[in-house]
């Protein structure tokens, strides 16, 4: 019996405290949300950023897929998001993803801009408990006006 127990110490109960690796400051997810009033899939000068909209971080098991962790937010008057994550996840892989506009004629995700890759370690030589996400947008339901004008500057001129 003893022999048992000395095992599960040595073996299962590091394990279990490496499972949960809490860090001693906090890592902080920022980012930004905006409504592509341009429908461009990207920002212009006529996006504007979303209050009230619904993110969450999301981490998956590299080799599962099995997501292990999630923590949800909303963004503030300018957009704006903090997500508090109070764990490291060295051997996972962590995006910052848009769940709910709070603009009913903006709650189309862009393709591409739904989500962005955030790293959640300490253990990379970012020196910073901040990580920063891409910018992540919603598209209006109907293109506003002026739009088409705006376009054309970023169109290649032909010569």
Known sequence: MAKILLLFALCVLPALVSATRMVKNPLVVRGHVYCDRCRA?????????????????????????????????????????????????????????????????????????????VILTNYNGIASTTRYANAMGFMANEAEAGCTEMMKLYQEEEE
């Open 41 to 117: 899939g990207f920002e212009t000068p006529k996006a504007r950023s979303m209050a009230g909209a619904k993110v969450k971080v999301e981490c998956s098991d590299r080799k599962s897929g099995q997501v292990v962790y999630k923590r949800e937010g909303h963004t503030d008057s300018t957009g704006e998001y903090k997500i508090v994550v109070t764990e490291d996840h060295l051997d996972q892989i962590c995006d910052a993803v848009l769940l709910k506009s709070s603009q009913p004629e903006c709650a189309t995700m862009s393709p591409g801009r739904e989500r962005a890759r």
